[in-house]
């Protein structure tokens, strides 16, 4: 299963979240230090955390300055406050062992202040009513009678029937679910009593049939129920400051577990990760290098000895080789090639050591590689020392990844967590501007405080009160844009970044078609609005660059298009605009209006605006006019746009409209003639 959507209320800085989307491979939270990004992460970890992992505490974990008026005074009563919300999609392996009906459900799992769980599942079949079989019980229930007078039974046998009967629909109203133990007991009751079905009466023969039909709807909702509980993901939070140390003292550690003095937040819990990982208590691994307990000169007590030590190696030497190969997968050891030697982990005598072989053989601690290194060292055994046997239904939640490195080594590994987010969900916080990537701003979050008593809040939009909480992302543009502006010889500047994501979505699935999109050398420049296009333009055309602009047919495209000094700088070929590829009745035609139909579909879909009936009504109305008439303050382009790049990962060419791929191929072959 997949997360796609989070809320969290009532912990620490938060007050309430608000419900906000998680990417199906990586979301990245970005916002100032004391935001609350750390406490979204440790409130998801708790939704289904490893074992032992310490779970909600009101008196702790409930913001403090409402503690008084809401806990205390029982205005919240924690076994009903749901403090952490998640959504989660059924992928095809799940989809493949449960009902047809139920393929599209969204399973919700949450967890009360006082740790106490629930689920449900929204969508699929509707829940059966107890008014749906109502009158048929009773029915039944009077034909069960009615054959057992006929048959001569005693009275008693009939208020028997009558009394079961009662129990059964005892305390049920017409608007009452029927559960899995309540169509269990109905059916039972049906079955118990199936000699007094009349087998030559046709009516009651199929109203039995209608019942027992009917009650496998409960039992379906609960199997399905069941497991998606099984399959719900684990959540794996990792700290920069669980590292693990590349020397250990095996007996004083064990010491340390027996009298519970463990410093679980920093030292000791990477290093007991460790040993789980490695599948060894530190009292088993303190005890095998202990040779006190054995007499070395008997021949029987020194092969039992021997025999300890062998056994100890070769898991050593398993969990070592599977640790080396996860690494060498995702580090991509650019800089120092002695990262990708191999990792050793030895025991001598009571130490524990971690180190690293390098290609002339020589073996150096841990601790003397590079920071990034080991974080990727330590975040590894903490995963799958977590995980367990299910790292592979996983999510993962990073706090702060690779701060240590380098900038341009952050921008290395930001490819490292793309690829950890192939296989396991990753949500992680940053303030880093080179873990965020220009073509990944559709999964940034941007969460902010603006004051403790709205508390920590979580934008669907890439805007926030605070202009600090969106300073990586200015940053992120601004790197980009300087290092690219310059560097390619051809350059489309758009009016925004929404129309950048349009045609590069739509570029991406004409050429997985094998249809030709925009030209790989072209490099896609937005420039936040219609009026700056000229600035870009004119900058790049003095370096002697090839340029064109892409502008919408609205009055805004329309006035910048018509500056002279952009028609001095680029000339008139070169400044297009969204009706030359457009075909539709909309006179003023935005870079939506060419996608108007899938638009409307992935809006009702994914947005909840139905648009469909104004804009058929009015087809000469901008398509973004008509979905903001539907969705008022609610409304984006923003949101419009990052739902169809979503739309967009799980579809093909196809799934668009014929005339829509027409116009996006006319579109790029203008863009493409323009720069030749």
Not at 253 to 266: A, G, N, T, V
Not at 366 to 373: A, H, P
Not at 474 to 481: H, K, R, S, T
Request: aromatic content about 8%.
């Amino acid at each position: 299963m997949r997360l796609s959507k989070v809320r969290i209320q009532g912990y620490r800085s938060i007050i309430d979240t608000g419900y906000f989307d998680v990417e199906n491979d990586k979301t990245i939270l970005v916002g100032p230090n004391e935001a609350g990004k750390t406490a979204i992460l440790q409130a998801l970890q708790k939704l289904n955390p490893p074992e032992g992992t310490n779970l909600f505490d009101p008196l702790r974990d409930y913001p403090r300055a409402r503690y008084d008026e809401d806990i205390k005074n029982g205005q919240i009563d924690p076994s009903s406050f749901t403090v952490v919300e998640g959504h989660f999609a059924l992928e095809d392996a799940d989809k493949a062992d449960m009902p047809e009906a139920y393929h599209s459900v969204t399973y919700v799992y949450g967890r009360h202040l006082d740790n106490s769980a629930w689920h449900r599942l929204d969508g699929g079949p509707d829940r059966l009513v107890y008014s749906e079989i109502e009158k048929d019980i009773l029915r039944i229930c009077q034909h069960y009678q009615a054959t057992a007078a006929s048959k001569g039974e005693q009275s008693s046998v009939q208020d028997t029937i009558q009394k079961e009967y009662a129990a059964l629909v005892e305390g049920l109203s017409k608007t009452s679910i029927i559960t899995e133990k309540k169509a269990a007991q109905v059916i039972a009751w049906l079955k118990k009593n199936l000699k007094y079905l009349d087998e030559n009466n046709a009516t009651e023969e199929r109203r039995y049939d209608k019942i027992t039909d009917l009650l496998t709807q409960p039992m379906d909702h609960a199997s399905v129920l069941k497991k998606c509980e099984e399959r719900l993901p684990k959540f794996i939070l990792f700290s920069n400051y669980f590292r693990i140390r590349p020397v250990l003292h095996l007996r004083k550690l064990s010491e340390r577990i027996e009298k519970k003095m463990l410093d679980d937040d920093q030292y000791d819990y990477g290093n007991v990760c460790l040993l789980k990982f490695l599948g060894f208590s530190a009292k088993e691994l303190a005890d095998a290098g202990d040779t006190s307990k054995y007499d070395l000169n008997k021949p029987d007590q020194f092969e039992k000895y021997k025999a300890q030590l062998d056994d100890r190696d070769y898991r050593l030497n398993a969990a070592t080789i599977r640790l080396t190969n996860a690494i060498r997968e995702i580090w991509n050891p650019t800089q120092d090639s002695r990262d990708a030697n191999k990792l050793r982990i030895k025991v001598d005598g009571q130490y524990l050591k971690v180190v690293v072989e390098d290609d002339l053989g020589v073996e150096v601690e841990l601790d003397q590689r590079s920071e990034g290194f080991q974080w990727m060292v330590s975040f590894y055994v903490v995963f799958f020392a977590e995980a367990t046997d299910k790292h592979k239904n996983a999510i993962l939640l990073l706090d702060e990844p690779g701060q240590s490195l380098h900038a341009l080594k952050q921008a290395e590994f930001r490819e490292t967590l793309t690829k950890l987010s192939n296989k396991n969900q990753t949500v992680y916080t940053t303030h880093s501007p080179f873990l965020v990537g220009t073509n990944e701003l559709d999964k940034v979050r941007v969460v902010e405080m603006v004051d403790r008593s709205t508390g920590t809040k979580v934008h669907l939009s890439l805007t926030a009160s605070d202009s600090g909480a969106i300073l990586p992302l200015q940053e992120a543009l601004g790197y980009d844009l300087a290092q690219s502006m310059f560097f390619h010889k051809k350059n489309l500047i758009l009016e925004g970044l929404t129309d950048m994501w349009y045609l590069e979505g739509l570029s991406d699935l004409l050429k997985a078609d094998g249809k030709i999109g925009i030209n790989d050398q072209i490099a896609l420049i937005p420039a936040n609005c219609a009026s700056k296009v000229v600035y870009f333009a004119t900058i790049l055309h003095a370096q002697n660059l090839k340029v064109a602009a892409l502008l919408d047919s609205d009055a805004e495209g329309e006035q910048a298009a018509k500056q002279d000094t952009l028609v001095n700088a680029l000339g008139t070929k070169r400044i297009l605009r969204t009706k030359d590829a457009y075909a539709g009745s909309v006179a003023n035609a935005e870079i939506e209006d060419m996608l108007r139909e899938t638009l409307l579909a992935i809006a009702k879909q994914q947005l909840g605006w139905e648009a469909t009936a104004i804009a058929e009504a009015q087809p000469s109305r901008p398509i973004v006019d008509v979905m903001a008439s539907v969705a008022k303050k609610d409304f984006s382009k923003y949101k419009l746009a990052k739902a169809f790049i979503r739309w967009s990962r799980d579809h093909d060419l196809n799934d668009l409209k014929p005339h829509e791929i027409k116009q996006a191929e006319d579109l790029f072959t203008k863009i493409n003639k323009a720069l030749s």
